[in-house]
């Protein structure tokens, strides 16, 4: 029988099946003629279904990756800062792009890339967008919405911390160390186990609002609870409208500021001191603080109303409290978990460079490095620079960021980098100290010593270019005196040891819940 295997192998064999008899080539021809559609059906059927199934990949490997993504974002809360990790050990110094809740963030962490950060205009990167984004403030700071373009109403504020309070801190001092002493006496007294947050979180709204409002106000026990209750108010309020789903948003975000009591408080209170201020100026009263400040160096061409200067306060006051107690915190844990460091930290203390910090509100370099390890350690947010696009940018190596999505530089793996840092996962307390300091021949660091309050190419914690922190000489005089305080009076030590004493959420690190130390008073 004639198979359709032997027609193509032998021509002669073709030839003769057509020279075949009628009666005998029919059905030759049919079964042929059956054999090849049964080929192009079987083709056609295995072709469409091979489509079909192509297809049906698609659009289930579709929904796998849109499954995949909305996971990615509902457990980013918690998978934020390892996440950031693994971009930066996979950056090479390349940008990296990710997603966030928020937004697409393209992460980048070489000199010349941060350098287009800095040199970016507030027309193109947008920190305040951001930070909108991220704190809700329309709903979450009593109606407040600021400009996405930093500097349109002024940048009073710069001037008011980076440099008028910056000078005032000696004046401070006296005032400071009353309020410290009188806390610790209140919270801790001869011995006490406390909440090491909770402590810090007391003690720098006191000193805050010492510095901030004057010391009328700083004793005004239902005027501070107002504002200590304020950020959490706000961190809450942000926190749970950036979880619920989006069309939801305006309309808890209506309801949300009818439980903000507090924060009422806060901000009337505010307005009628500036009002005082403003309409009944006391020719024989010169007051020195942020309010005040923040009033003298409000735009002249259009005047701010008082409500307008509360704002202003407040944002201030949100950013300055929170980040400055959480620091602190971490300090007294590392302080815990390094005792070896005591010893020398007390020396120094004890030493006539203290006569200088006091005179001068800065100095003890020990300290100083101690601190700055303590924040490279553990710092509080491991993404900086993060700004808003507010339209296309583009950076120098042709990387593309679209209108609306985010850039920042991944701080946090940043300061565990062996290139950066020798020996990154080793807590070593002096090593930003000047070497003859110590007796040494060479600094531990590749770029020599340097102070807690410096802005480098390597130590973004502040920020960077133009855009860094005015607060951080208020942070470094606030975090020497308390630690002062405690290196003069107490021995401290964690209650529960080798426990997780910090946790993350999203790209922040934050003090575990409930994390206690004990304080005795020395002997
Ligand atoms: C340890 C605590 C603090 C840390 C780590 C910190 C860090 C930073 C960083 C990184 C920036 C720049 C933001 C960016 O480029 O993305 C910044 C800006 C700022 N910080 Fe701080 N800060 C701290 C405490 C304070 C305090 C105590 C104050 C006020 C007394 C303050 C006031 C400000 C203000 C007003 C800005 C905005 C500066 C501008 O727009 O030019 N900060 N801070």
New binding site residues.
């Given amino acids: 029988m004639t198979t359709i295997s032997t027609l193509p192998m032998d021509n002669n064999s073709i030839n003769l099946e057509f020279q075949l008899a009628p009666s005998v080539q029919l059905p030759t021809l049919l079964r042929g003629a059956t054999v090849l559609i049964g080929c192009a059906l079987i083709f056609w059927l295995v072709y469409s279904k091979q489509s079909s199934l192509r297809l049906c990949g698609v659009y289930v490997s579709g929904v796998q990756r849109y499954v995949r993504t909305r996971w990615e974002l509902f457990v980013y809360p918690i998978t934020a800062s390892e996440k950031i990790k693994t971009a930066y050990s996979q950056m090479n110094g390349k940008p990296l792009r990710i997603n966030s809740p928020e937004s697409w963030m393209t992460l980048v962490s070489s000199p010349k890339l941060i350098n287009d950060i800095k040199n970016a205009s507030n027309t193109e990167l947008s920190?305040h967008a951001a930070a909108k984004e991220i704190l809700q403030p329309s709903y979450t700071m009593n109606g407040f919405n600021w400009h996405d373009q930093?500097g349109i109403e002024g940048?009073g504020?710069?001037k008011t911390?980076r440099t008028l309070?910056t000078r005032h801190l000696p004046q401070l001092t006296p005032g400071v160390r009353v309020i410290i002493d009188r806390t610790f006496a209140q919270e801790v007294g001869s011995g006490n186990t406390v909440n090491v947050l909770t402590l810090s979180k007391i003690i720098v709204t006191k000193i805050?609002a010492y510095a901030f409002f004057g010391l009328d106000y700083a004793e005004n026990n239902e005027f501070i609870d107002a504002a200590y209750y304020y950020n959490e108010d706000v961190l809450y309020g942000s926190e749970l409208l950036r979880i619920m789903p989006k069309f939801l948003v305006p309309f808890m975000g209506k309801i949300y500021p009818f439980f903000l009591k507090r924060q009422r408080t806060f901000y009337y209170g505010l307005v009628a001191i500036i009002e005082d201020r403003m309409n009944y100026p006391d020719p024989t009263k010169k007051y020195n603080d942020v309010i005040q400040w923040i009033i003298d160096t409000s735009p002249k061409s259009k005047p701010w109303t008082p409500g307008r200067m509360a704002f202003e306060v407040m944002a201030?006051w949100f950013?300055?409290?929170q980040?400055?107690a959480?620091?602190l915190t971490f300090a007294i844990y590392s302080m815990c978990e390094n005792p070896e460091y005591i010893c020398p930290l007390r020396e120094e203390i004890g030493s006539p460079a203290s006569g200088n910090f006091f005179s001068e509100g800065d100095g003890l370099p020990l300290l100083d490095s101690f601190l700055k390890e303590c924040?490279r350690w553990t710092p509080?947010?491991s993404v900086?620079?993060?700004?808003c696009a507010l339209k296309d940018f583009i950076f120098s190596d042709g990387t593309r960021v679209a209108k609306g999505e985010w850039v920042g530089i991944p701080v946090g793996p940043m300061l565990r980098d062996a290139s950066k840092y020798p020996q990154p996962e080793v807590f070593d307390a002096f090593r930003f100290v000047d070497p003859t300091k110590l007796g040494r021949d060479h600094s531990v660091q590749p770029e020599g010593p340097s102070k807690f309050t410096d802005v480098s190419e390597t130590w973004?914690?502040?920020?960077?270019g133009k855009?860094?922190?005015?607060?951080?000489f208020?942070?470094s005089y606030v975090m020497k005196h308390v630690m002062y305080h405690i290196l003069e009076n107490y021995e401290v030590d964690m209650v529960q040891k080798n426990q997780g004493y910090r946790m993350n959420w999203r790209t922040l690190t934050l003090p575990g819940l409930g994390v206690k130390a004990k304080f005795e008073l020395r002997a």
């Fill in positions: 920190l930093r940048i504020f710069v911390l309070l805050s201030i950013g300055s409290v980040g400055l959480t620091t924040s509080v947010e900086t620079a993060r700004r973004h914690v502040w920020g960077t855009l860094t922190c005015p607060g951080r208020f942070v």
